[in-house]
C-alpha cells in the first residue's frame, strides 16, 4: 500500500499543512492586515501581511505563476512518494516538510488574491516577524543599510527544514563509497 511505504512523509506533510493552515487562519480571524503583536519586543512579534512573493518575500511581485508552481512541486513530491520506492526516513522528513510547506502555501496562493497597483497576485498570510534580525542592504556603490528581515510563516519554515534534512543526507557519504576510498 503506498501510503505504509513512505508514511512518515505524509504524516509530517499533512501535520505541517494543518500547522500551517490553522495558524493562518487564527492570524486572520483575529488580527486586522498591519496589525502587530509583540510578544517579546523587538525580537520576536506576530505582524499580519500578506506577501505576494515567494517565500521571505522573494520575487514580490511574482505573480500568478507562483500558484502552479507550489501545484507542481506538490504533485511532484506526492508523485516521488506514492510511485517511488521506500525513502530513508530522513528523506521522508524533509520531503514531507517540503511538500506541507509547499501545500500550505499553495492552498493560500489558489484562494488569497490580492491587487496590488492595479494588478492582480496571488498572495500569502506570514506573521512571524523577528524584528532583532537585520541583513545588509547594498543601497550603492559606497552605502549599505540594514533591512529587517522578511516578515514569514510556518509554510516557509517547513520548507526551510525539510531542505535542511535533505542537506544533511547529502553530506552522508554511504558506507560503500566510504571503502572505496580506503
Known amino acids: 500500500m503506498p501510503f505504509k511505504k513512505n508514511r512518515y512523509f505524509w504524516v509530517i506533510a499533512a501535520v505541517s499543512v494543518i500547522v500551517d493552515q490553522l495558524t493562518k487562519y487564527l492570524v486572520v480571524q483575529n488580527f486586522a492586515l498591519y496589525e502587530s503583536l509583540p510578544l517579546i519586543p523587538d525580537v520576536f512579534h506576530l505582524t499580519y501581511v500578506l506577501n505576494t512573493g515567494a517565500a521571505f518575500s522573494l520575487f514580490s511581485q511574482g505573480g500568478v505563476w507562483l500558484r502552479w508552481l507550489s501545484l507542481a512541486v506538490s504533485l511532484g513530491l506526492m508523485g516521488l512518494a506514492w510511485f517511488g520506492s521506500r525513502l530513508k526516513p530522513i528523506e521522508q522528513l524533509g520531503y514531507g516538510f517540503i511538500l506541507g510547506g509547499a501545500l500550505g502555501n499553495g492552498i493560500d496562493r489558489f484562494f488569497n488574491d490580492c491587487i496590488v497597483n492595479g494588478k492582480e497576485l496571488t498572495c500569502v498570510v ?11 542592504i547594498l543601497v550603492d556603490f559606497r552605502h549599505i543599510r540594514l533591512a529587517p528581515f522578511p516578515v514569514f510563516n510556518f509554510a516557509d519554515v517547513f520548507i526551510n527544514l525539510g531542505i535542511i534534512c535533505l542537506l544533511i543526507i547529502s553530506f552522508r557519504q554511504s558506507p560503500s563509497a566510504a571503502n572505496s576510498n580506503k
Not at 506570514?126 to 545588509?136: G, M, T
Open 126 to 136: 506570514d506573521f512571524l516577524e523577528f524584528p532583532i534580525v537585520k541583513f545588509p
